[in-house]
């Protein structure tokens, strides 16, 4: 698994070129179900360790009930440097420079940039890292723990850090022995980390299931979540994932979990063994969970399918208003918006921005106008500028329209 062309480059072609997700045209509408925020929480390996991490922290209104990180990295590691990314931030080449990192999440949590970090006190985390892990060696994994110790609390998180495992995720049934580095990175270590990092964020659960799946597997279409219905330019693949269980479909109350493949992960590069191997979905399918699996995909600037933790795509890639950041929120709204207690219906609105300021849907700063709480750009302070903006959930406005 890599994070950039410089590693594993051998391995890029064949991931462009095969392809095994559905067409988008095939792909559903994201339904809504019976969740509620309280009940949602994210985790990830690799890039989707590092994207899980930045979610958790930037999110913290919306993921409330804790991350799940596997092989990651602390928040703004790369600092939107590649070299930054492939040394410091995942070989250990040098310092991550810690004080200087939090100091500058400690600022984005005090002017909106994402949300309060008080939010994540209540949180739990969930952090491994194995002992033979050569992509992202344990040092960085370290350094996340202390900054999480800084705003969780210790007695919040757990930190497994003894294992012999490669760059994988360790299952207990499923993938390459647990020394291996390769395809499709996921590795039989007789450890359900799966398994343990949900109850560790959701207290105790029932045993899962160990027979056939009774739920179902939905491919989705993720176009809906990009402002311009384009994310194939941006990283995202056009269709993602979930795995719901038969009670969340009839509309019982249910908990949300994402699960973020890492690069070399994707649905285009390993078909559905993330997705169906992972250790999931047994899980949710005895305890009322669904489980969202959206999907990047490879472009020229990203060839490895990674997520953009380190700004190969968009500068704001940390904050609120990064735009896979956006995407991966609104998916989380769509869900929770069949919220018995809150149901909720996406609202949409083709206006001049001078009305979307007016209206309190955006706000102006230094001439530019800028969405109310994802703080995307809208473009400049005028009548004549009309844009889609697009309300998810109560207060928050992104680019884009509810289709």
């Given at each position: 698994?890599?994070?950039?062309?410089?590693?594993?480059?051998?391995?890029?072609?064949?991931?462009?070129?095969?392809?095994?997700?559905?067409?988008?045209?095939?792909?559903?509408?994201?339904?809504?179900?019976?969740?509620?925020?309280?009940?949602?929480?994210?985790?990830?390996?690799?890039?989707?360790?590092?994207?899980?991490?930045?979610?958790?922290?930037?999110?913290?209104?919306?993921?409330?009930?804790?991350?799940?990180?596997?092989?990651g990295g602390p928040v703004?590691?790369?600092?939107?440097?590649?070299?930054?990314?492939?040394?410091?931030?995942?070989?250990?080449?040098?310092?991550?420079?810690?004080?200087?990192?939090?100091?500058?999440?400690?600022?984005?949590?005090?002017?909106?940039?994402?949300?309060?970090?008080?939010?994540?006190?209540?949180?739990?985390?969930?952090?491994f890292s194995g002992t033979?892990?050569?992509?992202?060696?344990?040092?960085?994994?370290?350094?996340?723990?202390?900054?999480?110790?800084?705003?969780?609390?210790?007695?919040?998180?757990?930190y497994k850090n003894n294992?012999?495992?490669?760059?994988?995720?360790?299952?207990?049934?499923?993938?390459?022995?647990?020394?291996?580095?390769?395809?499709?990175?996921?590795?039989?270590?007789?450890?359900?980390?799966?398994?343990?990092?949900?109850?560790?964020?959701?207290?105790?659960?029932?045993?899962?299931?160990?027979?056939?799946?009774?739920?179902?597997?939905?491919?989705?279409?993720?176009?809906?979540?990009?402002?311009?219905?384009?994310?194939?330019?941006?990283?995202?693949?056009?269709?993602?994932?979930?795995?719901?269980?038969?009670?969340?479909?009839?509309?019982?109350?249910?908990?949300?979990?994402?699960?973020?493949?890492?690069?070399?992960?994707?649905?285009?590069?390993?078909?559905?063994?993330?997705?169906?191997?992972?250790?999931?979905?047994?899980?949710?399918?005895?305890?009322?969970?669904?489980?969202?699996?959206?999907?990047?995909?490879?472009?020229?600037?990203?060839?490895?399918?990674?997520?953009?933790?380190?700004?190969?795509?968009?500068?704001?890639?940390?904050?609120?208003?990064?735009?896979?950041?956006?995407?991966?929120?609104?998916?989380?709204?769509?869900?929770?918006?069949?919220?018995?207690?809150?149901?909720?219906?996406?609202?949409?609105?083709?206006?001049?921005?001078?009305?979307?300021?007016?209206?309190?849907?955006?706000?102006?700063?230094?001439?530019?106008?800028?969405?109310?709480?994802?703080?995307?750009?809208?473009?400049?302070?005028?009548?004549?500028?009309?844009?889609?903006?697009?309300?998810?959930?109560?207060?928050?406005?992104?680019?884009?329209?509810?289709?």
């Amino acid at each position: 698994m890599s994070f950039t062309t410089r590693r594993l480059g051998c391995a890029v072609g064949a991931a462009i070129g095969f392809t095994f997700s559905l067409a988008a045209s095939a792909a559903v509408v994201l339904p809504k179900y019976n969740v509620g925020f309280a009940d949602v929480s994210v985790s990830g390996i690799s890039s989707g360790g590092y994207m899980a991490a930045q979610l958790h922290v930037a999110y913290s209104k919306t993921i409330r009930k804790g991350a799940g990180i596997i092989a990651g990295g602390p928040v703004y590691c790369s600092q939107g440097n590649a070299l930054i990314a492939t040394g410091p931030c995942t070989a250990d080449t040098a310092s991550r420079n810690l004080p200087y990192l939090m100091s500058v999440v400690n600022t984005w949590s005090g002017n909106g940039y994402i949300d309060p970090i008080a939010n994540l006190a209540g949180s739990k985390v969930y952090l491994f890292s194995g002992t033979l892990d050569s992509v992202v060696r344990q040092p960085v994994m370290n350094d996340l723990n202390t900054m999480y110790a800084s705003y969780v609390g210790a007695a919040n998180i757990t930190y497994k850090n003894n294992i012999a495992a490669e760059h994988a995720v360790p299952t207990d049934s499923s993938g390459n022995a647990c020394n291996v580095k390769g395809s499709p990175y996921i590795n039989n270590c007789n450890l359900d980390t799966a398994g343990d990092m949900l109850k560790w964020m959701y207290g105790p659960l029932n045993a899962k299931n160990a027979a056939a799946l009774t739920g179902s597997f939905i491919n989705f279409d993720q176009r809906a979540f990009w402002g311009n219905a384009d994310p194939t330019n941006h990283g995202m693949a056009n269709d993602g994932w979930a795995y719901v269980p038969a009670s969340c479909a009839a509309g019982q109350s249910c908990k949300l979990h994402v699960a973020l493949h890492g690069c070399l992960q994707n649905v285009a590069t390993v078909g559905s063994q993330f997705y169906k191997n992972a250790g999931y979905n047994k899980w949710a399918d005895t305890n009322n969970m669904i489980v969202l699996y959206p999907q990047a995909n490879s472009t020229a600037a990203n060839p490895n399918g990674c997520w953009d933790w380190y700004g190969y795509d968009d500068v704001n890639f940390p904050g609120k208003s990064g735009g896979q950041m956006v995407a991966l929120k609104t998916m989380v709204d769509r869900i929770v918006s069949g919220n018995v207690a809150t149901p909720y219906t996406c609202a949409h609105w083709y206006d001049s921005n001078y009305a979307h300021v007016y209206y309190g849907r955006a706000y102006t700063s230094g001439g530019n106008v800028y969405a109310v709480n994802s703080n995307q750009y809208l473009g400049y302070y005028s009548v004549a500028a009309y844009t889609d903006v697009r309300r998810t959930s109560a207060g928050y406005y992104a680019y884009g329209s509810c289709s």
